[in-house]
C-alpha cells in the first residue's frame, strides 16, 4: 500500500531566502505524485504534479519538486521565499493503476519570516 | 460548470445525533473520495468510490457509511455522532481516465459534534 511522509510539520525561512518541503513515498508501483497548498482558511490548491516525462516538475508560484527514485522523494523546493507562500503544504501519492487510493501527507506549515 | 458541490457548509450536532453529507459532481468522473482535515493529520481518507455502485474504505473509515448511488453524487453519512467526528470534510472527484489527474475539491464542510 502507498504512505507518505512529510518530515518536517513546520518550516520557518526568512522571505527571500530558500524553501526546502521535504517528502518521502512508498509505493509497490509507479506512483504518481503531486503537492497541493492550502491557505488560511482556503481550500486545497494543486501546486504540481508528477508527470514521468521529467524528473523536475515545474509548477505554479516559483515552486519546482524534483522526483528521485532511488531515494524514494519528492521534495518541493522554491528559490526565494515570498511572504504569500506562508501556507500548508500537502505531498500526495497515489496509484491509480493498482486501486483508487490518494493518499495525503500530514503537512507542513511553512512560515516566511520578514 | 460548478465542479465538485458539497452541502451542507457548516454543521452543529449533539453527540447521537445523525446527517448525511452530500457531495455532487457534474464533470463526469468516475472516482470519488470522503476525506477530513484535522490539524496536524492533514486530510485523511474515509472513504472512496472507484465507480457508481462501489465504495472501499480509505484510513479511517469507522464510524462512517458512505453510499454511490449515481455517478454524479457520493454522500457521506455519519449515524451516531461523536465528539472525535468534529473536523473539516472535504469531498474530492478524479478523472481517472487521465494519468496523473489532479483531484478537484469540493469547498468543505465544517462539522462540530457537541
Not at chain 1, 523536475?56 to 519538486?65: Q, R, S, T, W, Y
Not at chain 2, 452543529?12 to 463526469?28: H, I, P
Request: aromatic share 10%.
Amino acid at each position: 500500500a502507498q504512505s507518505v511522509t512529510q518530515l518536517d510539520s513546520h518550516v520557518s525561512v526568512s522571505e527571500g531566502t530558500p524553501v526546502l518541503l521535504r517528502c518521502n513515498y512508498s509505493s509497490s508501483y509507479s506512483p504518481s505524485l503531486f503537492w497541493y497548498v492550502q491557505h488560511p482558511n482556503k481550500g486545497l490548491q494543486l501546486l504540481l504534479k508528477y508527470t514521468s516525462a521529467a524528473t523536475l516538475v515545474k509548477g505554479i508560484n516559483g515552486f519546482e519538486a524534483e522526483f528521485k527514485k532511488s531515494e524514494t522523494s519528492f521534495h518541493l523546493t522554491k528559490p526565494s521565499a515570498h511572504m504569500s507562500d506562508a501556507a500548508e503544504y500537502f505531498c500526495v501519492v497515489s496509484d491509480m493503476s493498482r486501486d483508487d487510493k490518494i493518499i495525503f501527507g500530514k503537512g507542513t506549515r511553512l512560515h516566511i519570516l520578514p | 460548470n460548478a465542479g465538485v458541490t458539497q452541502t451542507p457548509k457548516f454543521q452543529v450536532l449533539k453527540t447521537g445525533q445523525s446527517m448525511t453529507l452530500q457531495c455532487a459532481q457534474d464533470m463526469n468522473h468516475n472516482s470519488m473520495y470522503w476525506y477530513r482535515q484535522d490539524p496536524g493529520m492533514g486530510l485523511r481518507l474515509i472513504y472512496y468510490s472507484a465507480s457508481e455502485g462501489t465504495t472501499d474504505k480509505g484510513e479511517v473509515p469507522n464510524g462512517y457509511n458512505v453510499s454511490r448511488l449515481n455517478k454524479r453524487e457520493f454522500s457521506l453519512r455519519l449515524e451516531s455522532a461523536a465528539p472525535s467526528q468534529t473536523s473539516v470534510y472535504f469531498c474530492a472527484s478524479i478523472n481517472d481516465r487521465v494519468y496523473n489527474s489532479p483531484l478537484h475539491f469540493g469547498n468543505g464542510t465544517r462539522l462540530t459534534v457537541t
